[in-house]
């Protein structure tokens, strides 16, 4: 079973595919959220236990507009959440674009496990020290959790290949179904 | 399709930028503001920093001093601190101040914790928690105040507190000759001087040593505690 993308046509035992941008954004940012979201959840729990509050890391988050988001209300913990998760999508759309559509689920684990260190070396040296110093010193209290969350959302990134597979089913289907409308019109 | 390339990578660099140009509005580099008080000194330049003639004197001092003391004196501190978050919490009018209150208790608790851990693995014993005559003081400066004049004073005592705070740990930065405890020191400097920005920033502090005028604290409806 084949499906004619307009450039190419695309056969895999997976499934079909299409090795284009749609599939890589979408996929990647589908998976991003997944990830980010799963990552925000041991936030959550891994902060409260220690005390430190659960929505504190979305609030130091938010600090990267100032150090007074850290007494700010949950306006402040849900801009905070949204930075979260934009940063997670666009880590997830680096990841879906550096990963093949049919690799396996253990392949996109383990080099998931591999970008997640990646992703906290970036964050940790480069993003927090630039962008956010408030969130710097936060996770300084807490490094092994810091690590630990990003090993977390590395490991979500497993599902990357079928997302983007997913993703670019949609787009032929849509395309598909685009061009029957335009012919029934005609 | 490149579309959304494009938007994702906008978004981003519209954060980053937006995230930069906020910072750099705020009073003033935390690391190099100057702050005035007890317990800091001016340069010739007209600049302070946080205690440096008291961090030569103190310096001296705690070289010869026991980690325990440091240990002993930050329990106290912390101690101290999470009664007066206690206080605002109950006492806080503005919701920020009720807010910064949990957020003393629990940062101070965290750092307690810590400072019990360090000061069991040395075989160091903490004496009975006692009041000092100027904490006292404060504390019942405190509870006699109400409504908008606990907050300020309140904001007030927690930036003059925290400075001395800070003076008394980057004293001891790097030379109570224990490692465990330097790096103590290291993590929580940072949390200190955050401390001390919020109620800077909260009592216009800032804006009063830059000579502009006096802004209100912020009120905000009690639904968006935390």
């Known amino acids: 079973m084949a499906y004619e993308t307009g450039t190419q046509t695309q056969t895999h035992p997976r499934g079909v595919y299409a090795p284009q941008t749609g599939g890589v954004v979408e996929g990647g940012v589908r998976v991003g959220l997944f990830a980010g979201l799963v990552m925000a959840a041991f936030w959550i729990i891994a902060w409260g236990a220690t005390g430190l509050g659960p929505m504190t890391p979305f609030k130091a988050v938010a600090a990267m507009f100032g150090v007074n988001a850290m007494v700010g209300g949950w306006g402040t913990v849900i801009v905070g959440a949204l930075i979260h998760f934009i940063v997670s999508a666009l880590f997830g759309v680096v990841f879906a674009s550096m990963i093949r559509a049919n690799a396996s689920k253990s392949q996109a684990f383990w080099g998931g496990l591999v970008y997640g260190v990646g992703v906290w070396a970036v964050m940790t040296y480069i993003g927090l020290p630039i962008f956010d110093s408030v969130m710097r010193e936060r996770v300084a209290l807490l490094p092994g959790t810091w690590f630990l969350a990003h090993l977390i959302f590395g490991a979500c990134l497993y599902a990357t290949p079928r997302m983007k597979r997913d993703a670019s089913r949609r787009a032929v289907a849509r395309t598909e179904r685009e061009r029957v409308e335009v012919a029934v019109r005609r | ?226």
């Open chain 2, 1 to 226: 399709m490149k579309k959304g390339i494009v938007s994702v990578a906008a978004l981003a660099f519209g954060l980053a930028a937006v995230s930069i140009a906020a910072r750099s509005q705020e009073p003033a580099d935390r690391d190099r503001e100057p702050v005035t008080g007890e317990g800091f000194n001016e340069e010739g330049d007209g600049r302070q920093e946080y205690g440096r003639e008291e961090t030569g004197r103190q310096a001296e001092r705690i070289d010869a001093a026991a980690v325990g003391e440091i240990l002993s004196q930050v329990h106290q501190a912390n101690q101290m601190e999470i009664l007066m978050g206690q206080m605002a919490q109950e006492k806080g009018q503005a919701a920020r101040v009720q807010r910064l209150g949990t957020v003393l208790i629990r940062d101070h608790q965290f750092a307690d914790r810590k400072v019990l851990d360090l000061a069991r693995e040395k075989g160091v014993e903490m004496g009975p928690m006692e009041h000092s005559f100027e904490h006292q003081r404060t504390l019942d400066r405190l509870q006699g105040a109400q409504g908008e004049e606990f907050d300020r004073a309140f904001l007030q005592e927690q930036a003059s507190g925290h400075r001395r705070a800070i003076a008394l740990l980057e004293s001891a930065a790097g030379g109570t000759g224990d490692q465990d405890v330097d790096g103590w020191i290291a993590k929580q400097l940072p949390i200190l001087r955050q401390h001390y920005d919020i109620s800077a920033n909260l009592s216009g502090e800032r804006a009063v040593e830059r000579e502009e005028p006096r802004q209100e604290s912020p009120r905000e409806a009690p639904g968006e505690e935390e």
